[in-house]
């Protein structure tokens, strides 16, 4: 365990913790020292993360495919229980740590050219600044505690960033909902943690998912029942995170935000958090649970895509096609494609991101029209676009190949991915029953819907006539991409979609170099299907021809636009309107009562002692006042009356006094006289 | 020879008239008067039962004393009569009521 580092090992170490400090450094500079509205702000942010992306890049070529690297220190101790916190540098930590700089740096060089003239400049970077340094440091931390600690912080960026635009009533509502989504997912993850905890004693994570690990040893031998719930929590903490069914619906909502924190949080990094989350704890995982993963991923995956079939929005499309593809990588970690589900992801975190990006460019687009000619039309409903191919040429081609990427065309890098997790779906549900092959086929479904809805966008945004009157092309002369900005860092994403990044041959995703990377926790399989990718890219166009002849031809009519399956895809499968009518009904019909009951049988309760503490303290008042009053007040009139009297001697005349004197001498004699 | 209890008579006589000069005259001096007489009626008293110590005189003797503190208290009476109607501008004791409550 251990090892003496070296001390080149150190420094790498040390470069990768200022790899992650450094975003933070600019969100604390940011918050308090730059001026509001400064254009510095954005620099600042952009040079801090390009600076975490240079680090990052040289620390992921020392640690790749090396022994990872491990550092630690006594965090704090609890009796004789020692918590430790430390660095764990692994091929899946410097992989994380260089795409999500790698995602961040453009998403920032656009923002700072998207974000121009916002009131609050300086604090969209802050808040950029400190997502990207806990989700770094997520990635990163060997200790579950600090990991969940980042977890909330991640979520709590994200959530500061969903209601960016607070004055907006959508976008509060967003990212409470957000909020509480993930709390659910938070409080399984905690659940998880404890639950690990008891069963192992500790919180390091390279101690219970390392090599050698115990969860290693303790899945390979009996799987007991606590280990599946912890691994079951940990799988809902990563469903709530990476918005899998049941708790996605914060996700499409979440698109309040602006659209470049769409692209860095809501599609390439925080949400596939969920996904890392269950690569950390891979170990955990029994049969039974990455079972359960296989099914949520599927359904979820092939969920989302039939939702975004229907979506006019061109924001919840992109974000029911995010929802679609981590269900993907999801049923790629559960069948056990390990290797295939990061590479999915890191592919899927530059086309996704890159078409986030367009999708920012093209509304911003909209709104300038909308503003020129004085309409009122929503900038974002996909059917008042149109024929932007010849306004928007370079978003045009950079979105082409962010689209053909996510359909998994060949020569892009999703195909790489996507045909991994298709072959070794096939190859999972082989000789296992005809159920389990329902979810291979879900995914190939999935894959042709998702060619379907991603056509439709690209041809009812880029191609035919504007759906907006009175509008074309030729009218609208000046180009609105003047902003290298803005679109340098779509080219360069659209660049990191294509294959040579990943992998030289582009027909085969085993020779690709993530995929390389991970081999030794695959299972290893037999690609059975070399047949299954070809099918499905032929299919796959297909279908997106299909979409070509509905939308751009409008040719065939026999797509229904309305029908039970149309009404289900267009309201989100009732997702939402089940939570509302059902849960959130509950959870006030519940308050309602809780408030009837404080209001009627508490307060009653409390208004009773109080009534009776008046009454008897009106009692005791009464006594108070008449009796004990009265005896003291009896006691000095007969004082005061008893001086009076007496006071009624005292004439001042002397021979007054002599005279009583006398008197009483006298009677005093008299009497002793007689008695 | 006169006998005892014509004096104490006398005596008594004089001491009630002093009684009661001193308790109906609105005059200061003429109660001081009262006062001397009631002194002079004890001093007879004194006198009177001298006769039976032929030996000592004591009663004469104790007479004498008594005559001189009279004189004395005569002269302390008479200051405070003074001081008494510098201060009131009268020498009616009853008018002289400052010493109630």
Redesign the interface.
């Known amino acids: 365990m251990e090892t003496v580092l070296t001390h080149s090992d150190i420094s790498v170490i040390q470069l990768a913790v200022t790899a992650v400090v450094l975003p933070f450094v600019a969100f604390l500079l940011n918050l308090f020292i730059v001026p509001r509205q400064s254009k510095l702000s954005g620099v600042l942010s952009g040079l801090a993360i390009g600076a975490s992306l240079a680090l990052s890049v040289f620390v992921f070529f020392e640690v790749w495919n090396q022994p990872a690297l491990h550092v630690q220190q006594i965090w704090f101790t609890v009796g004789s229980t020692q918590i430790r916190l430390g660095i764990w540098l692994n091929n899946l930590s410097v992989l994380m740590l260089l795409l999500v700089s790698a995602i961040a740096l453009p998403v920032h060089v656009y923002s700072i050219a998207y974000m121009k003239g916002d009131n609050h400049y300086t604090r969209y970077f802050a808040y950029l600044s400190l997502f990207c340094f806990a989700m770094l440091a997520l990635v990163v931390v060997d200790n579950l505690l600090l990991l969940y600690a980042f977890w909330e912080m991640v979520g709590f960026a994200s959530y500061l960033l969903i209601g960016f635009w607070f004055t907006r009533e959508k976008a509060i509502q967003a990212n409470k909902k957000a909020f509480l989504m993930n709390r659910i997912g938070d409080v399984a993850l905690l659940t998880g943690i404890m639950l690990v905890y008891t069963h192992y004693d500790t919180f390091d994570i390279v101690t219970l998912f390392g090599d050698h690990s115990l969860a290693t040893a303790a899945a390979t031998a009996t799987a007991t029942k606590s280990v599946t719930i912890a691994g079951l929590c940990f799988l809902a903490g990563a469903v709530a995170k990476s918005a899998q069914f049941p708790l996605h619906t914060w996700l499409p909502d979440a698109m309040e935000g602006p659209t470049s924190v769409s692209a860095l949080i809501h599609a390439a990094t925080m949400v596939a958090a969920g996904i890392f989350l269950l690569g950390r704890v891979y170990p955990l995982f029994n049969t039974e649970v990455l079972t359960v993963i296989a099914i949520v991923g599927c359904f979820t995956a092939f969920m989302a895509a039939t939702i975004a079939l229907t979506q006019t929005d061109l924001k919840r499309i992109l974000a029911y096609s995010t929802i679609s593809q981590l269900g993907y990588m999801m049923m790629a970690m559960g069948i056990g494609a390990y290797s295939s589900a990061l590479f999915h992801l890191a592919t899927h975190a530059f086309f996704k991101c890159l078409l986030f990006l367009a999708a920012g460019v093209i509304i911003h687009e909209m709104q300038h029209l909308k503003r020129k000619h004085r309409l009122h039309i929503d900038a974002q409903n996909i059917n008042n676009m149109g024929g932007l191919r010849k306004i928007m040429p370079v978003t045009f081609i950079t979105c082409c190949v962010a689209a053909l990427a996510l359909i998994g065309f060949p020569l892009t890098a999703g195909c790489l991915s996507k045909d991994g997790i298709l072959i070794q779906g096939f190859a999972w549900a082989e000789g296992k029953g005809w159920a389990y092959s329902i979810i291979p086929i879900g995914a190939v479904l999935t894959s042709l819907l998702t060619a379907f809805y991603i056509g439709r966008l690209m041809f009812k945004v880029f191609f035919g006539e504007s759906g907006l009157e009175g509008i074309s092309a030729d009218s609208e002369p000046e180009a609105h991409e003047e902003n290298p900005l803005l679109y340098l860092p779509m080219i360069l994403l659209a660049l990191g979609s294509l294959f040579p990044l990943f992998s030289l041959n582009p027909l085969k995703f085993e020779s690709a170099w993530i995929v390389k990377g991970f081999a030794d926790m695959v299972n290893k399989t037999e690609s059975s299907g070399e047949l299954v990718p070809f099918l499905i890219s032929a299919l796959s166009v297909c279908v997106v021809l299909i979409a070509y002849g509905v939308y751009v031809r409008q040719k065939l009519q026999w797509l229904k636009f309305k029908g039970v399956l149309f009404n289900m895809s267009y309201n989100q499968w009732y997702i939402d309107t089940f939570y509302n009518g059902i849960i959130v009904r509950a959870v006030v019909g519940l308050s309602r009562a809780a408030s009837w009951f404080d209001t009627y049988v508490i307060d009653g309760i409390v208004k009773l002692i109080a009534g009776t503490g008046l009454v008897l303290s009106r009692i005791s008042a009464w006594i108070d006042r008449y009796i004990i009053d009265g005896i003291i007040h009896s006691i000095t009139y007969f004082v005061k009356q008893a001086g009076n009297f007496i006071?009624g001697f005292?004439?001042?005349?002397?021979?007054g006094y002599?005279?009583t004197m006398?008197i009483i001498v006298l009677a005093l004699y008299i009497l002793k006289t007689f008695i | 020879m006169s006998m005892l209890s014509d004096f104490m008579f006398i005596s008594a006589g004089l001491f009630c008239i002093g009684i009661y000069i001193v308790l109906s005259k609105r005059n200061a001096i003429q109660i001081l008067i009262g006062i001397e007489l009631m002194i002079n009626a004890a001093i007879l008293n004194l006198v009177a039962f001298g006769k039976y110590d032929d030996l000592a005189n004591s009663g004469q003797v104790f007479a004498l004393f008594a005559i001189v503190l009279a004189a004395a208290a005569v002269a302390v009476a008479l200051a405070i009569i003074l001081n008494v109607y510098r201060q009131y501008k009268t020498i009616d004791p009853a008018k002289v009521e400052r010493l109630k409550d």
């Open positions: 006071r005292q004439t001042g005349r002397v021979q002599l005279f006398l």
